[in-house]
């Protein structure tokens, strides 16, 4: 019995410390720089800027909706978040296209939805890979007297020795 209990435990503590594989698009969150860029490349061709912080994108798709830029960033050399921006207008219009976008994401992930300080709902949904917090955001913003809309993957914090 003793046995079966120690076999049990050992499971549970291997399944609990294991990693969940999360991907934005293709892009596993997680992998190293190099291996993250060639990914990032594959799907979304050669980017605007690139350094080992961050990579820009100009005007792209991505699960159907056109943004005006996408930002895909590094930590500890690791790929950890990405940031696709949707410039909109007005407050009513970028609250729309977060509902549009919140609606396809929730075809394949669970969402909730929130509410901020001065009644602002924002959408979240996933589990990170590391098993702590949501996956993404969905949300809206003002900028420079217009509003937007941003989907955003992380930032994962990836323990560091991995």
Do not use: C
Not at 27 to 56: R, T
Not at 85 to 108: N, P, Y
Not at 134 to 160: A, D
Request: net charge positive; proline share 4%.
């Amino acid at each position: 019995m003793k046995k079966v209990f120690l076999l049990f435990a050992l499971f549970v503590s291997l399944a609990v410390s294991a990693q969940r594989v999360e991907k934005v698009g293709t892009v596993q969150l997680g992998l190293p720089y190099a291996e993250a860029l060639s990914a990032i490349k594959a799907e979304f061709g050669e980017p605007v800027s690139a350094s080992a912080d961050e990579v820009i994108y100009g005007k792209k798709t991505f699960r159907g909706f056109a943004y005006d830029e996408v930002k895909f960033r590094f930590k500890n050399g690791r790929f950890n978040e990405a940031r696709f921006f949707m410039k909109v207008g007005s407050k009513a219009g970028a609250q729309k296209k977060m509902e549009d976008i919140a609606r396809e994401l929730g075809k394949t992930e669970q969402l909730s939805r929130d509410i901020e300080d001065g009644n602002t709902w924002f959408y979240k949904g996933g589990v990170s890979p590391v098993g702590v917090s949501h996956l993404f955001t969905i949300y809206t913003y003002p900028k420079q007297g217009s509003h937007g809309t941003e989907l955003r993957y992380g930032p994962v914090r990836f323990p560091e020795n991995q």
